[in-house]
Nanobody, 127 residues
């Protein structure tokens, strides 16, 4: 059974940094695994932040995070990361790790396509 567990969230001031981690990426997907970070602010829809395919470069960044966030993965540790720099108040929300089996490459960055989810970690950025 796949169990994704996020960690690393917290409260920071604008301009600060956080590094999110997601343990438990599904090994059974082997080379057909797309991992992603999504976020959801109160009253808003869940949106994709970044996607990355197994053993490949990042496949997608939301325009709002380009140049500030970096998605990466450690395949030996089976862990996904999101380095978030220069955080802004609008980055506040619950951040979720997600996974889906996909080939070739990652699917479109839509939450409905991903079938494995963590419970989320809260990120709060104050001005």
């Amino acid at each position: 059974q796949v169990q994704l567990v996020e960690s690393g969230g917290g409260s920071v001031q604008a301009g600060g940094s956080l590094r999110l981690s997601c343990a438990g990426a599904p090994r059974y997907m082997y080379s057909q695994r797309c991992m992603a970070w999504f976020r959801q602010a109160p009253g808003k829809e869940r949106e994709a932040v970044a996607l990355i395919y197994m053993r490949a470069d990042p496949a997608y960044y939301a325009d709002s995070v380009k140049g500030r966030f970096t998605i990466s993965q450690d395949n030996e540790k089976n862990t996904l990361y999101l380095q978030m720099n220069n955080l802004k108040p609008e980055d506040t929300g619950m951040y979720y790790c997600a996974a889906v089996r996909s080939s070739p490459g990652c699917p479109p960055p839509r939450a409905a396509i991903f079938n494995y989810w963590g419970r989320g970690t809260q990120v709060t950025v104050s001005s």
